[in-house]
């Protein structure tokens, strides 16, 4: 079987393409990094190391690279010989390469290719499949979209991996946590008769993309920007102070309290999903710089992203977002030089009211949770000096 990845990053590669080979797909990345495209090429097989105690190497065959800058039409013909597309490229990118994708669909309808197949974006975000299918449509004449509702499906998936910034000598080595979770929406899927082991598959997926954006990356994102505040540059070093960890954990009982009420989780099978999340946190193979994990403030403090979410759905429900709004107001006092959003978010601070900021920034209207991210903000600003 043929897979097609948009995407050959290091969750790329050590995540979803790993994934793919063990399931016996050969694998096209398609990405502009030139190094990694010809690496892949030349090569064809790289190798991933867990980060643990076992070191374990994993070797991963049968991959090429593309180029899709420079041969965009090789991509193309690649989607129409492929049995699943996949992304891990960043929310940002998707709409980018949703041309291609239509090209690609476009040509399987011209050569009768009535195979169903199934674009997945694996991606940190809520609906990422049906996002890129958006994207995609509006590349596709009428006809074309009936071909597509009829043999493209677009489910929407949840995937959880660290994969810390690292480098190496070799340009496709690449060091990832044991832990994995990728999960599909088969309610979604063009194709259900194709199924990854070791992929969950659930008539449900909000349930797993909440609780995994909520506690995962609202936890990774509260450590950072936590760490940051108190003087930390890396996620390690910044956790192991009882503060940051302290801070943390409230985080956690906030979102898992609201996650419990929403969705009917266990509290017990909840609190151990936590404490899991705690100890890959803690994982000393692991450490991220803070600068990477709390880069881009503006989009993670979005209406519907990490932290305004939560904070939204629990004020909804009558539950405490306290610690959760102590976290938004360090969040804009996050001063990274190589962000460029954290430096827009800085100009931003100088140039319009803290109204205007915190209105651009998250979305809100309402005027009562604008005051209360306002007044947190300056709480942050003043207890720092």
């Not at 990053?9 to 990094?33: H, K, S």
């Not at 996002?131 to 979209?145: D, G, P, R």
């Not at 003087?231 to 996650?259: C, F, H, M, N, W």
């Not at 009420?261 to 099978?269: I, L, M, P, T, Y």
Request: proline share 4%; with cysteine; glycine share 6%.
């Amino acid at each position: 079987m043929k897979a097609v990845h948009f995407g050959a990053g290091n969750i790329g590669r050590g995540f979803i393409g790993e994934t793919l080979a063990a399931n016996g797909f050969e694998i096209n990345f398609v990405d502009v990094n030139e190094t990694i495209i010809d690496a892949l090429n030349q090569r064809h097989g790289y190798e991933i190391e867990l980060a643990d105690e076992s070191h374990k190497r994993i070797s991963v065959h049968n991959v090429a690279g593309i180029n899709n800058g420079k041969e965009p039409e090789k991509v193309v013909q690649a989607i129409v010989e492929a049995d699943i597309v996949t992304t891990a490229i960043g929310p940002k990118i998707l709409k980018f390469i949703a041309p291609l994708i239509a090209d690609g669909i476009k040509a399987r309808q011209k050569a009768a290719k009535t195979t169903p197949i199934d674009v997945i974006a694996c991606e940190n975000m809520i609906g990422g499949s049906q996002n890129l299918k958006k994207e995609v449509y509006s590349h596709l004449a009428e006809a074309e979209q009936t071909f597509a509702d009829k043999y493209i499906g677009f489910p929407n998936a949840a995937v959880d991996r660290i994969v810390p910034q690292q480098k190496h000598d070799d340009p496709l080595f690449v060091s990832v946590e044991p832990f994995k979770e990728w999960v599909i929406d088969e309610h979604q899927m063009a194709n259900p008769s194709l199924k990854l082991e070791s992929v969950h598959y659930a008539p449900d997926l909000e349930p797993y993309i909440e609780r995994k954006l909520f506690s995962v990356n609202t936890g990774h994102a509260t450590v950072a920007y936590t760490g940051k505040y108190l003087g930390y540059s890396d996620i390690g070093s910044a956790i192991a102070d009882p503060k940051v960890l302290q801070q943390l954990k409230r985080v956690l009982k906030e979102t898992g309290d609201l996650l419990i009420a929403k969705w009917n989780f266990k509290r017990s099978e909840h609190e151990a999903y936590q404490h899991k999340i705690i100890g890959r946190f803690e994982n000393k193979y692991l450490s991220d710089e803070i600068a990477r994990v709390g880069r881009t403030p503006i989009r993670k403090l979005g209406y519907d992203e990490r932290f305004i979410r939560p904070i939204r759905e629990a004020k909804e429900r009558n539950l405490s977002y306290e610690a959760l709004l102590e976290t938004v107001g360090m969040i804009y006092t996050f001063d990274e030089p190589k962000d460029a959003e954290s430096q827009k978010l800085i100009e931003m601070l100088k140039s319009e009211s803290l109204q205007e900021v915190v209105v651009a920034t998250t979305g809100l209207k309402d005027e009562a949770l604008i005051n209360e991210i306002e007044h947190s903000y300056q709480k942050a600003v003043k207890d720092h000096k």
